[in-house]
């Protein structure tokens, strides 16, 4: 089946400096990619909409110019943590959309960061 | 606020029993609903979806309602086992397709 790939799995980096994540669909070419955090006891929280050789989509409250998010090719999103803060601390999680009109969501493996 | 809701944050279910987990929507346009399985430290997987054209969608052990008067929606898993045990999150998906909204999980322990 599908497959998304996360990189890395874990980070841990200063705070001040800047983290890149990359998500890759391996199997299928996905023009559309989002991006979750996920908070202790909450919900995968979308924080924005990659879209394949645009500008991505952010939901309400998350800083497009700390969160910057590319999506150059149908396989490689990537998500940058802009001068990180021990607050942005998470899990980050990607996903995919499948091919279907409906297709369903194939999810990386999620990446721990750790700011210190 | 928050358009996806599950109410129950945990659930405690005898192996072979049935676990029902259950999820509420406010945004009369979800029109397809999907569930995931996630393990600590790992990203969601696809379990089981719905669209909002049925009531019913069955995979195995695993089958998904959907009332849509009520905006409600419920996994069925019968019968339980301990492989079972994680946080299901219920989806819910607008029109376009292209955004997807979380319910807060439900944490489901299988118990041997």
């Known amino acids: 089946g599908a497959v998304v790939s996360q990189h890395p799995s874990r980070v841990i980096c200063k705070s001040g400096t800047s983290v890149k994540i990359e998500c890759r669909s391996l199997d299928f070419q996905a023009t559309t990619m989002f991006w979750y955090r996920q908070f202790p006891k909450q919900s995968l929280m979308l924080m924005a909409t990659?879209?394949?050789?645009?500008?991505?989509?952010?939901e309400q409250g998350v800083e497009k110019d700390k969160f910057l998010i590319n999506h150059a090719s149908l396989t490689l999103s990537t998500l940058t943590v802009t001068s990180a803060h021990p607050e942005d601390s998470s899990f980050y999680i990607c996903?995919?959309?499948?091919?279907?009109?409906?297709?369903?969501?194939?999810f990386g493996e999620g990446s721990r960061l750790t700011v210190l | 606020d928050q358009q996806v809701k599950q109410n129950s944050p945990s659930l405690s279910v005898q192996e072979g029993r049935i676990s029902i987990l259950n999820c509420d929507y406010t945004n009369s346009m979800f029109d397809y609903f999907l569930w995931y399985k996630k393990y600590p430290a790992e990203g969601p997987t696809f379990l089981i979806s719905i669209s909002s054209i049925k009531d019913k969608n069955e995979d195995g052990r695993f089958t998904v309602f959907l009332n849509k008067s009520a905006k409600h929606l419920s996994l069925h898993i019968v019968p339980s086992q301990p492989g079972d045990s994680a946080v299901y999150f219920c989806a819910a998906s607008g029109v376009a397709g292209n955004q997807f909204y979380f319910g807060t999980g439900t944490s489901l322990t299988v118990i041997p």
């Open positions: 990659s879209n394949e050789g645009s500008k991505a989509t952010y």
């Open positions: 996903s995919a959309l499948g091919s279907g009109f409906y297709g369903e969501l194939f």
